[in-house]
């Protein structure tokens, strides 16, 4: 059976998973970390970097180093969103040829799903470095509230990484997965989801036969674990400041030191109640010396640092179960997902709030990526009954009058489904009427995303309100939106099918696979000269190691010169191969030196 | 030290018959205050890349053509042992003797101790060498294998090369010299021809901060840069090797270094290669490879 991987791609941490002899278990990347940052960078000397790699300098190549790409992912240019991250932004956010969203990095334009697939290309690197065979398949999650374009290019993005998205879940639905795994439960659960740069709370049903309903959703998207970090950053340039008169913001170097600490203290006051952030040499004074850094800080200070910013998540609870019209008492279980629920300041309040101590049952960084894997592993196999009922993320309709926004399918409405609204004429004698489509939740239409327009002519000429006509909207399994406008007194109808779009065409997704392709096929290929240079250069350096003792001991006779000279030879030509980054020249010599390596350790150790 | 007691001095080692190539086996025959200030004043701040500057060129002798210069022209100080004992025949100029200072750091001393040792070699080297060109030597020689044993009583070969490398890398001095360069490209290919490629480069750049088109500039700055990335990088090894630090954490905050290579050290987590900081650094790679060529030197890092 053919594997297919489970991704959790965040907005600062991307984790995957597969399902291995029924159990799901998340594959750690080469580091040895079960999550992977969702950071894409572009050193100086034009090297891509991925992950950790390219966390740890963020903040010195602030400029080339692109996070939280999810945030723009399938959004239009003029969006307020947009516009938002390009005032918070390092990297540069310019417009795309389709009024989408590209980032430069180092003069070269990307496209956000671009920068996405190179996260999902480095996901897709570590399950196949596991596995040890290519993966082709992927189940990857969204956010509950993407709408249509965004999920449309979150599937671009894993098509330029080389992956075939055979399913995007929603995040807290893959949650719910991951808790409701072979447990037979039927109960209303909130995932209360605070990530490093979102925090979001999603209700859910989870019903008979493993049926998983999203009823309400909501979060904040410039709400994370880098505000926390960002407290504490402003904690200790503050102290900093007090004590030298010294600003260590003004040095991106120091700064990118106090982010790393300022991180690790956070992860620290959750298993320890007081630990030291040490960074000597942070800064050099006008005096031409180093200063050094050195504060403790407690959890408490932390809670008091953050305790708005948990305040703010609380609010945003209270709203959703407000607007879902379902009481604290009406949720039996609170699941913790995110790496700042480990946070025990966090748990309390959450406790406090639903009334309820959260399960602990779900890890918070894993269970999104382990609930994916296993939805995935469920649409492979047939004998899984696993049923997953997929709902629009955002209510759809049409523009009335007014510019007001009348909805035909609500928010949450699981899919496939169908519906149909009458409407009249607005003008005496109106032969046409502009049908405009739209998703979104508010009551004027110019609030939310339009997915596309289509005009109905040859109406009767009648006074206004007296020409019916009937809007049928009608979403199918697949996720794809229909909308027919039709005459009831004519007959006369007319259709549209809204794709949804990344804001890509065709061709430039295309040439974003060959480029990612290629990329790949360079990356290996460094891959296979580093292993082959490192066994080379180490079995090199043995064999110069015993070229003393071995020279001593045939020094007395001819015998054995030309087994010296030989062995010279191969390291030469070895060490060339190397310089000439002749990655098959120096494979070709590895046997070589291996053979001689050998022979010389065994005549050192005859003699000895 | 007065002149007279360097006569007889000097008049005591010709009656020896001992040549100025010799060791010293006690007190250096000069002022060794005077040397001190000299190997100070030629180390620029920490910060900057090592240089061999106009203040630490050692190709100029003290003789009547330097003494009685205009206004505001700043003499160089003496760079070399050799250029010391030329100067001690006849009185030193006014201005000179107008910056001595008193040294009571020990650190001075020994750093002008560890000078006046390898000084002693000078002659058989070039007449332009300068103390980078000297530096460099020794740390070529010491790295090459074991070196002959230490010139100086106490001091090891490690001590001796720490010593000169400080007295071009060091920090905490003020640069208090200069000497007006009437043809700095002429300099620059001079330099570069010596294989002083530090002070080529400084050159070079210099030049480029005046005119950012001056392709010679250009190409000697590209080519120094090559040259000088190579040298640290042969002396580095592998860029796959894992650099790990030795020294423990608790004396850490007592090294001396600035928050440059505070933050390259900051990088080295046991794990990640050479290439790998060098990636992570966000400096260009010659400051880079310096800083961590340097902590090396310092027997802070290791590179596995």
């Known amino acids: 059976m053919e594997k297919v991987i489970g991704i959790d791609l965040g907005t600062t941490n991307s984790c995957v998973a597969i399902v291995e002899n029924g159990v799901p278990t998340v594959i750690p990347n080469r580091g040895g970390y079960k999550t992977t940052p969702s950071m894409v960078a572009v050193t100086e000397a034009g090297k891509r970097l991925v992950g950790h790699i390219a966390k740890r300098q963020a903040i010195t190549n602030a400029e080339n180093t692109v996070y939280a790409a999810k945030r723009l992912i399938g959004r239009k240019w003029d969006s307020p969103q947009v516009k938002n991250a390009i005032a918070t932004s390092s990297y540069r956010i310019v417009r795309g040829p389709h009024a989408d969203v590209r980032i430069v990095l180092r003069d070269k334009e990307y496209s956000v799903s671009e920068v996405s697939a190179m996260v999902l290309q480095e996901m897709k690197l570590i399950a196949e470095d596991y596995l040890g065979k290519s993966v082709g398949k992927a189940v990857v999650t969204v956010p509950a509230y993407f709408n249509d374009n965004q999920r449309q290019a979150t599937k671009d993005a894993g098509e330029i990484a080389g992956l075939d998205v055979i399913r995007i879940i929603n995040e807290p639905t893959a949650a719910a997965l991951s808790y409701g795994f072979g447990k037979n439960v039927e109960r209303t659960i909130a995932v209360y989801d605070f990530g490093g740069g979102t925090f979001d709370i999603s209700i859910l049903e989870i019903g008979s036969s493993g049926v998983f309903k999203v009823i309400a959703t909501a979060g904040d998207t410039f709400l994370g674990g880098e505000d926390v970090d960002a407290r504490i950053i402003d904690w200790l340039v503050q102290g900093f400041k007090d004590e030298h008169s010294i600003d260590l913001r003004q040095d991106r170097m120091a700064l990118q030191r106090l982010k790393d600490a300022a991180e690790k203290a956070k992860c620290e006051l959750s298993s320890v109640r007081e630990t030291e952030v040490n960074l000597p040499f942070i800064i050099s004074s006008g005096r031409n010396e180093a200063l050094h850094l050195q504060r403790s800080i407690d959890r408490e200070t932390l809670d008091d640092l953050s305790s708005d910013l948990v305040e703010r998540t609380i609010d945003i609870c209270r709203q959703t179960l407000s607007d879902a019209r379902l009481r604290k008492e009406d949720v039996a279980e609170v699941l913790l997902v995110g790496g700042m629920t480990r946070m025990p300041k966090i748990q309390l309040t959450v406790a406090e709030f639903f009334e309820r101590e959260p399960c602990k049952g779900v890890h918070p960084d894993e269970s999104v990526a382990l609930g994916a894997a296993i939805q995935g592993s469920a649409l492979v196999d047939d004998k899984q009954e696993m049923v997953l009922l997929d709902v629009t993320p955002h209510a759809l309709g049409i523009m009335t009058q007014g510019g007001n926004f009348e909805e035909l399918i609500p928010q949450n409405t699981t899919v496939p489904t169908q519906r149909a609204k009458i409407f009249t004429t607005s003008r005496d004698n109106q032969t046409a009427v502009k049908i405009v489509v739209m998703q979104g939740e508010s009551e004027r239409a110019q609030d939310n995303e339009l997915l596309g327009e289509f005009i109905l002519t040859g109406l009767k000429r009648a006074t206004k309100g007296s020409v019916e006509i009937e809007v049928t909207f009608e979403i199918n399994a697949d996720g794809i939106v229909s909308v027919h406008a039709k005459d009831l007194e004519t007959g006369k109808e007319q259709s549209i099918e809204v794709t949804a779009s990344s804001g890509l065409t065709r061709e430039e997704i295309t040439n974003m696979m060959e480029g990612a392709r290629d990329y790949m096929v360079e990356r290996r290929s460094t891959e296979e000269f580093e292993a082959a240079r490192q066994e080379a250069e180490r079995v090199s350096a043995e064999i110069e190691r015993l070229f003393p003792q071995v020279e001593q001991i045939v020094a007395s006779s001819d015998f054995g010169r030309d087994a010296i000279e030989k062995a010279r030879g191969i390291v030469a030509k070895t060490r060339a191969a190397i310089s000439r980054r002749d990655a098959a020249a120096v494979k070709a010599e590895l046997d070589g030196l291996a053979r001689t390596h050998r022979m010389f350790k065994g005549v050192v150790a005859k003699t000895h | ?304």
């Open chain 2, 1 to 304: 030290m007065t002149d007279e007691r360097q006569k007889k001095r000097a008049a005591s080692r010709e009656r020896q018959g001992a040549s100025k190539n010799d060791r010293p086996t006690e007190s250096p025959p000069f002022d060794l205050q005077a040397l001190a200030r000299a190997t100070a004043f030629s180390r620029p701040p920490h910060d900057d890349p090592p240089r061999t500057g106009a203040s630490c060129v050692g190709n100029q002798t003290p003789d009547a053509s330097t003494r009685g210069k205009p206004e505001g022209v700043r003499e160089a100080p003496p760079s070399s042992i050799a250029e010391l004992e030329g100067g001690s025949g006849g009185p030193r100029s006014s201005m000179a003797r107008d910056r001595e200072i008193t040294l009571t750091d020990e650190v001075e001393l020994e750093r002008a101790r560890v000078a006046s040792a390898l000084g002693r070699e000078a002659p058989r080297m070039p007449a332009t060498t300068s103390v980078l060109t000297m530096a460099n030597a020794a740390a070529r020689g010491a790295s090459e294998g074991p070196a002959a044993s230490s010139p100086v009583g106490k001091l090891t070969q490690a001590d001796v090369k720490t010593g000169v490398l400080g007295a071009v890398h060091g920090s905490g001095a003020p640069e208090i010299t200069q000497r007006v360069i009437d043809d700095p490209a002429a300099e620059m290919h001079e330099r570069f021809s010596l294989g002083d490629y530090t002070g080529a480069l400084e050159l070079a750049e210099l030049i480029l901060a005046d005119d950012a088109k001056n392709l010679e500039a250009a190409e000697c700055s590209e080519n120094c840069r090559t040259v000088l990335e190579n040298m640290y990088s042969a002396r580095l090894g592998p860029a796959g090797g894992v650099p790990i630090v030795v020294v423990p954490n608790a004396h850490m905050r007592w090294l001396s270094m600035d928050h440059r290579a505070g933050f390259v050290l900051s990088l080295i987590d046991g794990k990640s290669t050479l290439d790998t900081i060098l990636d992570l650094s966000g400096m260009p790679r010659l400051d880079a490879l310096h800083i961590l060529h340097d902590l090396v030197q310092q027997k802070v890092v290791a590179v596995k």
